[in-house]
């Protein structure tokens, strides 16, 4: 599942094509549809970064690819002119190497969506003044759960770590952020910030609903949250919360 070291890894096998001019092709007929290769064909790819949960390859001329992996796309990297099995969504061939993505990811061109996206939480170091700060303005009556998940205040935190930096924090997923102070919240983006950077760590609350809590042996709950009903997952004891505590 790309969240967002997963994506950071992504980012640094692409690094190999950087300076190459690319050889771009779109296998698959839902990208071929998009026209995108026919727009980077024949430019140099100038840089790749992760932002958020977003790759950036910025090609010369300003054109820049963002792709969003969800929860399927890959990207892999392999010598250039290599077998190509079934219909990927890109092949990006250079001077070596070639990148061939697969599964179903957004393509786009262009960087305004980058653009409105808040602080990376793996910026290293991460800016965590600046989210508060976007958290702040955001609408307060919105619950600290589903604000987490909301790129354009804070890009990066996926679902997984949304529930495991609320639980190391002790924050319950539905406090208003009204209901928390900025010490609070600041507790939760540190948290994530350093779980992601974990080579592995074990898991609290994610996946956990109905198995006894880790630290109190309550049993780790798990509702849908927010617009998109992403599934937060909590201790009722440890994230006691202290606005309307749902059960
Ligand atoms: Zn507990």
């Given at each position: 599942?790309?969240?967002?070291?997963?994506?950071?890894?992504?980012?640094?096998?692409?690094?190999?094509?950087?300076?190459?001019?690319?050889?771009?092709?779109a296998?698959?007929p839902?990208?071929?549809?998009?026209?995108?290769?026919?727009?980077?064909?024949g430019?140099?790819?100038?840089?790749?970064?992760?932002?958020?949960?977003?790759?950036?390859?910025?090609?010369?001329?300003?054109?820049?690819?963002?792709?969003?992996?969800?929860?399927?796309?890959?990207?892999?990297?392999?010598?250039a002119?290599g077998?190509?099995?079934?219909?990927?969504w890109?092949?990006?061939?250079g001077?070596?190497?070639?990148?061939?993505?697969?599964?179903?990811?957004?393509?786009?061109?262009?960087?305004?969506?980058?653009?409105?996206?808040?602080?990376?939480?793996?910026?290293?170091?991460?800016?965590?003044?600046?989210?508060?700060?976007?958290?702040?303005?955001?609408?307060?009556?919105?619950?600290?759960?589903?604000?987490?998940?909301?790129?354009?205040?804070?890009?990066?935190?996926?679902?997984?770590?949304?529930?495991?930096?609320?639980?190391?924090?002790?924050?319950?997923?539905w406090?208003?952020?009204?209901?928390?102070?900025?010490?609070?919240?600041?507790?939760?983006?540190?948290?994530a910030?350093?779980?992601?950077?974990?080579?592995?760590?074990r898991?609290?609350?994610?996946?956990?609903?109905?198995?006894?809590?880790?630290?109190?042996?309550?049993?780790?709950?798990?509702?849908?949250?927010?617009?998109?009903?992403?599934?937060?997952?909590?201790?009722?004891?440890?994230?006691?919360g202290?606005?309307?505590?749902?059960?």
């Amino acid at each position: 599942m790309p969240e967002g070291d997963s994506l950071h890894r992504a980012a640094e096998r692409l690094r190999v094509l950087e300076g190459d001019v690319i050889a771009a092709e779109a296998p698959h007929p839902r990208a071929a549809a998009l026209g995108l290769a026919e727009r980077i064909d024949g430019r140099r790819l100038e840089r790749v970064e992760a932002v958020g949960k977003n790759l950036l390859l910025t090609f010369e001329g300003g054109v820049v690819l963002r792709s969003h992996l969800r929860m399927r796309g890959r990207w892999h990297v392999q010598r250039a002119g290599g077998r190509i099995v079934g219909k990927p969504w890109l092949v990006l061939r250079g001077h070596r190497w070639e990148a061939v993505q697969r599964n179903g990811p957004v393509l786009e061109l262009g960087a305004l969506a980058v653009a409105r996206l808040g602080p990376d939480i793996m910026a290293d170091p991460p800016d965590l003044d600046a989210m508060v700060a976007r958290l702040r303005a955001a609408e307060q009556g919105r619950e600290i759960g589903d604000a987490l998940l909301d790129q354009r205040l804070v890009a990066g935190i996926g679902n997984l770590w949304r529930a495991e930096a609320l639980f190391l924090a002790g924050v319950s997923p539905w406090d208003r952020l009204d209901d928390v102070s900025d010490e609070q919240i600041r507790c939760v983006l540190d948290e994530a910030a350093r779980a992601m950077r974990a080579p592995r760590s074990r898991r609290f609350a994610y996946r956990r609903a109905g198995l006894p809590c880790r630290r109190c042996g309550t049993r780790i709950l798990s509702r849908p949250q927010g617009n998109h009903a992403r599934l937060a997952y909590w201790c009722p004891t440890c994230q006691r919360g202290t606005g309307a505590a749902k059960a």
